[in-house]
């Protein structure tokens, strides 16, 4: 213990006329690693470091414990739900369950057509939010308050409360009646007026409204406007993340003569790469598993969607013992086909997600 | 502000010369509004009249007459009479609703908040963690739900292995037993409603990792973006970290709180896990319920409007805002 508190000696000699050779009686090794490692401070260290691994490892085995359950029954025979012994590890493992699924539910048609809406959802909603949200946090006019408020209305109503009037207003497309007037469809509630106004028909329509149902059009509309789903959190997020872009950028390309919205493509887009990619996979992901809007729009089955492939292919049909465990192993396995492009997706983009959310300077102001 | 009201005065003073130029507020100002334009054209012409619809159907009885087409008859507060006084249930729903709500948010909070706080720390396998908790976020939304919903296998799968993963429905499958901790704790004194609110929250640890992905990510970004000075200063005083936590991390973060409990409000009463949304989803799809579906869903808003309203109201008295010069 006394050489960790002296001062240690050291003879100095001179080697060469450049050199000069200093030599230390050093403590000894056993001490030093003694004074470094048994010490309250490291214990606590090392005791923090397992209780976090511990809590983070267990956490991360909840998250992912529900795909284990999937991925292993859908590699199960139908024996296998009835056999007793038999919990996660199949015994008989087959892609009987696979193969139905991805021949006969559809699977291809299906991913295509989501794909198709999904991707230009995406695109359209992650560029519209991106103008929404640059416009109110960069340009302090009158009314950016108030239709700061609007946007967080849309975010607070919940789309079940608007199910019937949504649905109403794409099958019967209209705006604030002027099409059906130009039609030839208008209803005023007096007759003689209404009969005058059935003469005009400057535009082709059987029935008061374009019917925007069965087709991509309605969730096109509601992604060009900013209205889809939780559209009003990737405004937020974005109008949050611009407040903390420097306005010195924007300001010296002006004094350059580009203008406002050349500016905005040319100088703030690039910047905002990564938390656009963040807005993008949510919204790209919300889309794809998203069953509310695509039941509500598509009535028909003309246009098979993802949540069309949940269902029970027609050779896995039975009705002996173990039916309900073994359908319910093929409604997870319809699942999991139906998120694994997103899982590949989220694999290469995860590290977008994290940079994109910490590099926003979020503040809540 | 000053500036501006003297920028406008000389503008409209310089008027009786040849050209009318813009000010530089005015055509930014203009912009801003090219920019938020497609918003705007979007709400005027799609959203304000389905709300108004909404509310408009909310006082009407509506009949789909065969061939297509449907009628509208003025029935005044009935739905809403129906809803509050005859329907054997809602009441009862929305109570229990509101119940879950109390629950729910609390514990979301305080798991993001606390999930958010380690996975900001420096440790190996940092990157791979915060991938993890992540996964839920993308991908156990809209159709993923609904098949969990109905998902008998996963329960069976763990009832040897006793592990829950908050969908097994048997008790005998939940982490903790209930009955031995509230024996455990009721020697030491604690009240017994914290001893199984705890209990429940670890109970429900998968539902509530589910649901609190958007919320970590929020709190990560406040995280992030506290200034390691304050942290380094507190050190050199001598701060723990318990009381750097205290003292610096929760009043920095504190507007990220509110920001937080106002999502997670809209967000667990938006879900159609909620079981208010899942009674008004069953009365929609029943015959000649569209109508009254829609009356509940207003009354619903509108109660959560009010808790919305209160929530901010107590947590803004009490957030911190960082002044900033500017």
């Known amino acids: 213990m006394d050489n960790t508190t002296s001062a240690p000696k050291a003879t100095i000699t001179k080697e060469t006329k450049n050199k000069i050779v200093a030599d230390f009686e050093r403590t000894p090794l056993k001490e030093r690693l003694k004074a470094k490692f048994l010490n309250l401070y490291f214990f606590q260290q090392i005791a923090w470091y397992i209780f976090r691994l511990i809590l983070l490892i267990g956490i991360s085995y909840v998250v992912l414990y529900p795909f284990f359950t999937k991925i292993a029954g859908s590699f199960m025979s139908p024996e296998d739900f009835v056999d007793v012994t038999v919990r996660l590890i199949p015994k008989h493992p087959t892609l009987d369950i696979y193969k139905a699924v991805l021949t006969e539910l559809k699977y291809g048609k299906a991913f ?9 959802c995406g695109v359209l909603q992650t560029f519209v939010c991106c103008l929404i949200g640059y416009g109110l946090a ?30 109403m207003q794409f099958r019967y497309f209209d705006i604030w009646g002027i099409l059906s007037l130009l039609s030839g469809h208008a209803s005023t509630g007096i007759a003689a007026l209404d009969a005058v106004l059935a003469n005009i028909k400057i535009l082709p329509m059987e029935d008061a409204g374009f019917a925007l149902t069965n087709t991509y059009a309605p969730l096109l509309i509601l992604s060009a406007t900013g209205l889809a789903f939780k559209n009003g959190l990737y405004i937020f997020l974005l109008r949050q993340f611009f407040n903390g872009v420097p306005d010195a950028l924007e300001e010296s390309a002006y004094i350059d003569g580009s203008g406002t919205f050349y500016t905005f493509l040319v100088i703030i ?32 089955s003309k246009i098979v969607l993802m949540p069309d492939v949940v269902d029970i292919p027609t050779s896995l049909k039975t009705d002996y013992a173990g039916q309900n465990m073994y359908y319910a192993a093929i409604r997870n396995t319809c699942g999991l086909c139906i998120i694994a492009p997103l899982v590949i997706l989220y694999i290469f983009c995860q590290n977008f997600l994290v940079q994109g959310i910490e590099r926003s300077g979020l503040t809540a102001e | 502000m000053t500036n501006e009201a003297k920028l406008q005065n000389t503008v409209s003073a310089a008027k009786p010369q040849k ?30 009249p389905i709300i108004f619809n909404s509310l408009k159907m909310s006082f009407y009885n509506l009949q789909i007459v065969t ?19 005859k329907d054997p249930s809602f009441v009862q729903t929305l109570i229990t609703g509101m119940k879950e709500l109390a629950f729910d948010v609390p514990a979301i909070l305080l798991f993001s908040l606390f999930m958010a706080v380690l996975l900001n720390q420096k440790m190996a396998g940092r990157a791979a963690f915060r991938a993890i908790f992540f996964i839920p976020v993308i991908l156990s939304t809209g159709i993923m739900e609904s098949v969990e919903g109905q998902n008998i296998l996963g329960s069976y799968m ?43 929250m670890i109970n429900n640890i998968y539902d509530i990792v589910n649901r609190s992905g958007v919320q970590m990510l929020i709190f990560l970004a406040g995280l992030q973006s506290i200034s390691p000075a304050i942290y380094e200063a507190c050190r050199i005083d001598g701060a723990t970290a318990w009381e750097t936590f205290w003292k610096i991390t929760f009043p920095m973060i504190s507007p990220m709180i509110l920001v937080n409990a106002i999502y997670t409000i809209i967000d667990s009463f938006t879900t159609d896990s909620n079981s208010v949304m899942r009674y008004i989803n069953s009365v929609y799809q029943s015959t000649d ?7 509940m869903a207003w009354m619903y808003f509108l109660l959560v ?21 500017s």
């Not at chain 1, 308050?145 to 109503?157: Q, W």
């Not at chain 1, 905002?272 to 729009?297: E, G, I, K, R």
């Not at chain 2, 912009?31 to 705007?40: E, N, R």
């Not at chain 2, 319920?289 to 009356?295: L, T, Y």
């Open chain 2, 289 to 295: 319920g569209q109508v009254r579906s829609s009356a």
């Open chain 2, 305 to 325: 409007m009010l808790i919305l309203a209160i929530v901010a109201g107590i947590f803004s008295a009490y957030v911190f805002y960082q002044k900033r010069d």
């Open chain 1, 112 to 120: 295509l057509n989501t794909f198709i809406i999904s991707f230009s």
């Open chain 1, 269 to 300: 887009l690039p910047l905002s790469v990564p938390m656009m990619v963040t807005v993008f996979l949510f919204a790209f992901c919300w889309q794809w598993t998203d069953d509310f809007y695509t039941n509500l729009f598509f009535t028909t």
């Open chain 2, 67 to 85: 061939g297509g087409g449907f009628t509208l008859e003025w029935v005044g507060l009935e739905n809403y009479e129906y809803a509050l006084l």
């Open chain 1, 138 to 167: 960069k340009f302090k006019f009158w009314g950016n308050k108030l239709v700061m408020m609007l946007v967080i209305l849309t975010m607070i109503v919940p789309h079940q409360t608007l199910q019937l009037s949504m649905f």
């Open chain 2, 158 to 200: 763990e009832e040897a292995s006793g592990i829950d993963d908050g969908s097994g429905q048997s008790a005998a499958s939940e982490i903790v037993s209930v009955m031995d901790i509230e024996r455990l704790f009721a020697s030491m004194k604690i009240g017994t409603e914290l001893v199984e609110y705890v209990v429940q």
């Open chain 2, 19 to 48: 050209r009318k130029i813009a000010s530089l507020d005015k055509r930014k100002a203009r912009a801003g509004w090219i920019f938020v334009l497609p918003f705007l054209i979007g709400f005027l012409i799609v959203y304000l």
